[in-house]
């Protein structure tokens, strides 16, 4: 069913449960994975950041994205999953929906804030950007819940999966409440 991954990890504590979930997948799956991890300089060039105080920002970020990606890597690696990493400066919606277009990923795995998913659906955060623009299925991994979107160029129906939480499925943008299927 999945035989490329994507999963989207930042410095967040919840990248420890995304790469979690990802592991579990590739591993029933035999897939493998990419660790994504996009450093989004422009949060950097407003207020109430500026001149070098930006630039020491930046290099933080960049140091701390950098160091849990690999991280990471070595845990799946670990566990046996076959994975590797691409650490990419831009747009993070734009980076991750590059990478899942480019490398054919069949599945994107990401955070979000499952307390506030209706709202996301509605006025638009990373998440939503992703899971209505993606090639792919796309699974939320918050700290309450798991989501996962079918891609809305397949018209397809949503379908029962093993996900290892409470689940939400939304298709085409219309959110279906209670378990996949």
């Not at 939480?165 to 298709?171: C, E, I, L, P, R």
């Given at each position: 069913?999945?035989k490329?991954i ?7 504590p919840?990248?420890d449960?995304i790469a979690?979930v990802?592991a ?12 994504l ?14 001149g ?5 920002m ?12 690999y ?8 566990e046996g999953?076959?994975?590797r990493v691409?650490f990419?400066p ?7 929906l ?8 069949d ?7 499952a307390?506030n998913?209706?709202r996301?659906?509605l006025e ?17 991994v ?6 996962i979107?079918p891609?809305?160029?397949s018209?397809?129906?949503p ?5 290892p ?7 085409n ?6 378990g996949?299927?």
């Open positions: 069913m999945f490329k994507l999963i989207c990890v930042d410095d967040s919840v990248s449960r979690e990802g579990d997948i590739a591993r029933r799956y035999n897939a493998d994975a990419i660790l991890s996009v450093l989004d300089a422009a949060r950097f060039a407003r207020p109430p950041f500026s070098l105080e930006a630039v020491a930046v290099d933080h970020h960049s140091r701390s994205l950098t160091n849990n990606a991280r990471l890597h070595e845990e799946l690696q670990a999953v076959n994975s691409m990419l831009g747009q993070t919606a734009q980076m991750i590059s990478v899942a277009d480019q490398e054919q990923t599945l994107i795995i990401m955070g979000g804030d307390k998913w209706m996301s659906l638009g955060n990373l998440w939503s950007e992703v899971s209505r623009a993606a090639p792919c299925n796309v699974l939320r918050g700290k309450d819940a798991t989501t979107v891609p809305v160029s018209g397809k129906e379908r029962k999966a093993n996900v939480a409470t689940a939400t499925v939304s298709q943008g219309r959110p279906l409440i209670g996949l299927g």
